[in-house]
């Protein structure tokens, strides 16, 4: 089966675009469309992308549609597949910055705001302490984590911080290790 | 901020990103925030918190980031730049297929994402000082954090209502 670009771009709109929840709740529904509805892929093959497009760098969803629209359609599928993914949450996003700015001066603009950023500040604070729990489970783990933090915290550059990580787990970490 | 400089800041970022678009903003803070003062951790706060309302991928705030530090072209830049390393997942994918059996290509993934849970961790810290400063807003600050960490509420959710009550407070004066 040869889907066509537009189908592709609806597809990754429709399962990614325009979800909430990011990459764990896309996974299930785009494997239901591609692999059970549309048959364009087997069960194995998408889940192995799926894995990989988690382990590599940036946007995992945009890793998973690239390399999911170049399967299905080559360069340009890859395109299609990451038109729909981006430009939903690309103008919504843009849409609600522009509103922003335009009444962050206004008094009641600014409480709300005052009472909306220690918001942001605990959900980061239970993400940050979810993946500490994950990898708690090794003491050397836990000595990296603490040694990265203190770093951050003394004003080390967080480029070297998080080389200087990959650098002890190419030396002395082993696939036993990441939890 | 120029667009080249911030290209190459947004790419720079991004190659070392992994888990998710959060690990992004400790490495956004340090370069934007502490070392340019381009923007302050208050308005990074609210690109992350825009993000959040978005659907779709979470790490879309950096097109917010950009509208903020050099317009319209701003906002285009930062998000190609975000992208660059997605790209890669195509040669990559060829590579690894190769050379994931290598102890030291695991051991640098692990290591890596151990790393960026402690910048996660440190983050909370530094990026707290500025939103928040006093009872009610640690209040808030906890509550939130339950209501996801424990009753598994959606974010957006807890965000547009922490926003909701500020409104509220200020409407009738209180706050």
């Known amino acids: 089966v040869r889907l066509s670009l537009i189908a592709i771009a609806l597809i990754f709109a429709r399962h990614g675009g325009l979800v909430f929840g990011g990459a764990a709740t896309v996974g299930p529904t785009l494997e239901a469309e591609l692999v059970g509805r549309r048959q364009v892929m087997s069960r194995d093959d998408f889940w192995l992308t799926y894995g990989l497009a988690q382990m590599m760098p940036s946007i995992i969803l945009a890793n998973l549609a690239i390399s999911l629209g170049y399967r299905l359609r080559g360069p340009l599928g890859a395109a299609a597949a990451l038109t729909g993914l981006i430009v939903p949450s690309f103008l919504t996003a843009m849409a609600l910055t522009l509103l922003f700015l335009a009444n962050q001066d206004l008094a009641l603009v600014r409480t709300g705001m005052r009472a909306m950023l220690p918001a942001v500040i605990g959900i980061v604070a239970i993400a940050a302490l979810k993946l500490a729990r994950y990898h708690a489970g090794k003491p050397a783990n836990l000595a990296l984590i603490g040694a990265v933090a203190a770093g951050l915290v003394a004003g080390v550059s967080p480029l070297w911080l998080i080389l200087g990580a990959g650098l002890c787990g190419a030396l002395f970490m082993r696939p036993t290790d990441a939890a | ?175």
């Open chain 2, 1 to 175: 901020m120029r667009l080249d400089d911030l290209f190459l800041l947004v790419l720079r970022v991004s190659w070392l990103t992994f888990g998710g678009g959060g690990t992004a903003i400790p490495l956004l803070q340090h370069e934007i925030v502490d070392q340019r003062g381009a923007l302050g951790a208050r308005e990074l706060l609210t690109a992350v918190a825009i993000g959040r309302f978005c659907p779709g991928p979470n790490s879309l705030y950096i097109s917010s980031l950009g509208y903020m530090l050099a317009g319209w072209p701003g906002s285009v830049v930062a998000l190609a730049a975000m992208l660059v390393p997605c790209v890669s997942i195509l040669p990559i994918q060829w590579v690894y297929g190769r050379v994931r059996a290598l102890r030291a290509v695991q051991g640098f993934a692990i290591g890596v994402s151990v790393g960026a849970t402690g910048l996660i961790v440190a983050s909370v810290w530094t990026l707290s000082g500025g939103a928040v400063s006093d009872a009610p807003t640690l209040a808030i600050a906890v509550l939130a954090a339950l209501l996801v960490g424990w009753r598994g509420a959606s974010g957006p959710l807890v965000i547009g209502g922490a926003l909701a009550l500020g409104l509220a407070a200020a409407g009738i004066g209180v706050w």
